[in-house]
T-cell receptor
Framework: GEDVEQSLFLSVREGDSSVINCTYT??????LYWYKQEPGAGLQLLTY?????DMKQDQRLTVLLNKKDKHLSLRIADTQTGDSAIYFC????????????FGTGTRLKVLA | DVKVTQSSRYLVKRTGEKVFLECVQD?????MFWYRQDPGLGLRLIYF???????EKGDIPEGYSVSREKKERFSLILESASTNQTSMYLC??????????????FGPGTRLTVL
């Protein structure tokens, strides 16, 4: 099927690391993305990774890509209360159209 | 910075009304999209457009139509609103060039309530 799967909720303590996981569908997807949605707002791009990369780091964010298992993860180091939001992973399949496929979103709650 | 704006943040309409949701982007992007977001279902693509006057159905086009007369503007139309169209509607745009990461930029969303 065409479901991108994420767990619905994650709760962590301030200062800990958060790891949000995603299983995507198309092993030939060209790009995979992580978006953040704060309450009442649209989606904000956090980072993306090209499919020929295994890892990408950007300040507190680390993205890991396991193409064999079609698994994508986002690690947030030193999680802060401002990181509380819904996080969506998305893929752009290589089918030649622009039908991005989004996961259901993981709601991250950071406890002070 | 890319800016995607949507005409309303909140909208309340009655069943049977015709509803227009407007989206404007200011970065000359080729592609524009309309999604609806519902709890537990993530984002579902309604329609997208890859050029002026060109459109393609997404996963849930029933009950919706779109219009793209100018490159910067993409409208979503609910011909006869129904209560099951109560949702958050998100517009997005993307450049359409693979080398750029093809990232989408989203508007703030319109929360539509149909009574």
């Amino acid at each position: 099927g065409e479901d991108v799967e994420q767990s619905l909720f994650l709760s962590v303590r301030e200062g800990d690391s958060s790891v949000i996981n995603c299983t995507y569908t198309d092993s030939s997807s060209t790009y995979l993305y992580w978006y953040k949605q704060e309450p009442g707002a649209g989606l904000q791009l956090l980072t993306y990774i090209f499919s020929n990369m295994d890892m990408k780091q950007d300040q507190r964010l680390t993205v890991l890509l396991n193409k064999k298992d079609k698994h994508l993860s986002l690690r947030i180091a030193d999680t802060q209360t401002g990181d509380s939001a819904i996080y969506f992973c998305a893929e752009l399949p290589s089918s030649g159209t622009y039908k991005y496929i989004f996961g259901t979103g993981t709601r991250l709650k950071v406890l002070a | 910075d890319v800016k995607v704006t949507q005409s309303s943040r909140y909208l309340v309409k009655r069943t049977g009304e015709k509803v227009f949701l407007e989206c404007v982007q200011d970065m000359d992007h080729e592609n524009m999209f309309w999604y609806r977001q519902d709890p537990g279902l993530g984002l579902r693509l309604i329609y997208f457009s890859y050029d002026v006057k060109m459109k393609e159905k997404g996963d849930i086009p029933e009950g919706y139509s779109v219009s793209r007369e100018k490159k910067e503007r993409f409208s979503l139309i609910l011909e006869s609103a129904s209560t099951n169209q109560t949702s958050m509607y998100l517009c997005a745009s993307s450049m359409g060039l693979a080398g750029s990461g093809d990232t989408q930029y989203f508007g703030p969303g319109t929360r539509l309530t149909v009574l």
